[in-house]
């Protein structure tokens, strides 16, 4: 499996370590101690697409939590409309790999269609594991330095032009300040900028069950 990570020198370092990699096994070195972002670098199917822009024609915001095989029909059922089979489909498999990885047997998700930027300030989580896909427009930005959210607030014009930015379809898995041994070393990220005229985004985001309150 192709596996791209920066460079360090063994002891493991104080700064972030990111791990790509072109499978879905990627996702695993996310339990590394020195990983705090593990990307699954993938392109949404072109037989799809279709299906995923009507999935993000109207706005909607639907969170549930649920054991992972039971996820994606939860969370259809807090939709006015029916999800396209090949989304429902997809969210079940991420359901499962990320309950997997992160040991839970019941996970939150929250499927959304976004037409702003919630999230416009760089910022760690104060979760432990989280995981995003966005099926449709810009994906997550991401910083690889070191701090956490301490460093997040105070960033310099040089940092800023390390930013790199998620592909569409792209399943990455991101620790927080909440997993255990990573206070102060959380993946610093936000949401792209949505300048007018930009596609609404459908984004995926999976938590830990029971941190964040429906």
């Not at 991420?94 to 309950?99: E, G, P, S, V, W």
């Not at 919630?118 to 979760?127: G, N």
Request: hydrophobic content about 45%.
């Amino acid at each position: 499996m192709p596996l791209l990570c920066e460079a360090f020198a063994a002891p493991p370092p104080a700064g972030p370590c990111t791990v790509a990699g072109a499978s879905p096994e990627a996702l695993l070195e996310i339990l590394r101690p020195e990983v705090n972002l593990a990307i699954w670098g993938r392109e949404i199917p072109r037989s799809i697409q279709g299906a995923m822009r009507r999935a993000a024609a109207q706005p909607f915001q639907a969170s549930v939590e649920a054991p992972p095989d039971h996820m994606a029909e939860a969370l259809e059922s807090h939709l006015p409309a029916g999800l396209p089979p090949e989304l429902l489909v997809d969210i079940h498999g991420l359901a499962i790999a990320f309950a997997t990885i992160a040991g839970q047997p019941a996970i939150r998700a929250r499927l959304e269609v976004v037409t702003d930027q919630p999230c416009p300030r760089f910022h760690a989580d104060a979760v432990g594991l989280r995981l995003l896909c966005t099926y449709r427009g810009a994906g997550t930005q991401w910083l690889a330095l070191p701090g956490g959210g301490a460093a997040a607030q105070d960033l310099c014009a040089e940092s800023l032009s390390r930013m790199e930015s998620l592909g569409t379809g792209d399943v990455a898995i991101l620790k927080g300040e909440g997993h255990p041994g990573n206070a102060g070393r959380g993946c610093i990220h936000r949401s792209p900028p949505m300048p007018p005229g930009a596609p609404a985004r459908l984004l995926l985001c999976l938590d830990e069950a029971g941190r964040i309150p429906l």
